[in-house]
Structures are given as structure tokens and as C-alpha cells.
T-cell receptor, first 115, second 111 residues
Framework: GAVVSQHPSWVICKSGTSVKIECRSLDFQATTMFWYRQFPKQSLMLMATSNEGSKATYEQGVEKDKFLINHASLTLSTLTVTSAHPEDSSFYIC???????????FGPGTRLTVT | AQKITQTQPGMFVQEKEAVTLDCTYDTSDQSYGLFWYKQPSSGEMIFLIYQGSYDEQNATEGRYSLNFQKARKSANLVISASQLGDSAMYFCAMILNKFYFGSGTKLNVKP
């Protein structure tokens, strides 16, 4: 099956700093990538949808200036958490979809801890 | 409005027995897809099975089968011959213009 990677798999940062998370589709071209966050014992919450070469579409309640998403190529999307605070600590998961399919392939996730 | 409902927060099953995880969905669209994912403690989302809204036969993948009842808008996952490694969170999801996830069911398989 298709492979999606995320980097880093876990990160600890200090409050006020910014953190960048990368999501790569390794063996297919991802026209659309999705970013989710998941709090402990909860379901995945869609944050935003990004299409290659265009601005991301954010879900209601997600601050676009805080969670910067860039989808510059068909194999890479990045999520930057700016001025991170402890409440941003969460599990962030990306997924990618090829134009020929509506199945999503998930990355392994990134665990962010803000101290 | 909740589009995917999983009413079982937690389930226990004896090893080697079958278990059914419930999922109901809500949409007026005729074209949609239904998925089940497994999420172990590592956090990775593992695809299990897919059912398209126009598929007349229930999907099966090894020990997993999807009991698709379109009129009832249900898409229950049946795991046969449970194994200890099946202990995990299970999410039902529906694809329309985007993915909608249920709240999940934590399955514990007892030896």
C-alpha cells in the first residue's frame, strides 16, 4: 500500500517557540493532504485540508495564523505550530490522498509536547 | 450534526471469539464510502476495510468483515477469531467531501 511518513515522530519544545512537522507521500503523488489532531482518548479532529499549490482550507475554530500549512509539492506538506503553548500539546496526524482515489493514507503521527 | 456514531466506548471479548463493533452514519448523499481503522497504542492509523455505498456485497478482508445495512445506515465491523493483538482503538469513518470519524471503540481482547 501507499506509504506516508511524518517527521519528527515526537518533539518537545518550549512555550513560545515554533515547531514544523513534515508529511511526505513516499510512493505516490498526493494532490490533497489532511492534517488532524488527536487528544488522548479522543477521536481525530480534522484541522485543515491542503491541495498542492493552493492555500489550505481550515476547519471552523482552527486558527490559520497559528497552524501554518504549506503544500508546496505533490509529495510534501508541512504544518508549523507557531508560538506553541502547552495546550497545543497533542498528537498530530497527516494523511494524503491521490487524485485517482478517495482513500486516505495516514502518516504515523507526531507527538508534540510543549513545556 | 454527528455524522458517524459509535455507541460502544469500550468492549471486551474473549480470545478466539468473534466481536461486532457498531457504527451508524448519517448522510443524504447517495455516494459515500465507509472505512474502519485500527489505532494501537503507538498511534498509527491502520486501514482495515472499506465499503462503497454502491457495493452490494459486504466487504471482507481476512478476519474482518463489514456488515453493511444501507437502509439502517449501519456499517458494523465484525472481527472473527479475536487475537490478543486486536486490542486497540477502532474508528469508523465516512468519506463525503472529507473524512468524518466516529468517537472510537476501545477493544480489549482477554486471554
Amino acid at each position: 500500500g501507499a506509504v506516508v511518513s511524518q517527521h519528527p515522530s515526537w518533539v518537545i519544545c518550549k512555550s513560545g517557540t515554533s515547531v514544523k512537522i513534515e508529511c511526505r507521500s513516499l510512493d505516490f503523488q498526493a494532490t490533497t493532504m489532511f492534517w488532524y489532531r488527536q487528544f488522548p482518548k479522543q477521536s481525530l479532529m480534522l484541522m485543515a485540508t491542503s491541495n498542492e499549490g493552493s492555500k489550505a482550507t481550515y476547519e471552523q475554530g482552527v486558527e490559520k495564523d497559528k497552524f501554518l500549512i504549506n503544500h508546496a509539492s505533490l509529495t510534501l506538506s508541512t504544518l508549523t505550530v507557531t508560538s506553541a503553548h502547552p495546550e497545543d500539546s497533542s498528537f498530530y496526524i497527516c494523511s494524503a490522498r491521490a487524485s485517482s482515489s478517495y482513500e486516505q493514507y495516514f502518516g504515523p503521527g507526531t507527538r508534540l509536547t510543549v513545556t | 450534526a454527528q455524522k458517524i456514531t459509535q455507541t460502544q466506548p469500550g468492549m471486551f471479548v474473549q480470545e478466539k471469539e468473534a466481536v461486532t463493533l457498531d457504527c451508524t452514519y448519517d448522510t443524504s448523499d447517495q455516494s459515500y464510502g465507509l472505512f474502519w481503522y485500527k489505532q494501537p497504542s503507538s498511534g498509527e492509523m491502520i486501514f482495515l476495510i472499506y465499503q462503497g455505498s454502491y457495493d452490494e456485497q459486504n466487504a471482507t478482508e481476512g478476519r474482518y468483515s463489514l456488515n453493511f445495512q444501507k437502509a439502517r445506515k449501519s456499517a458494523n465491523l465484525v472481527i472473527s477469531a479475536s487475537q490478543l493483538g486486536d486490542s486497540a482503538m477502532y474508528f469508523c469513518a465516512m468519506i463525503l467531501n472529507k473524512f468524518y470519524f466516529g468517537s472510537g471503540t476501545k477493544l480489549n481482547v482477554k486471554p
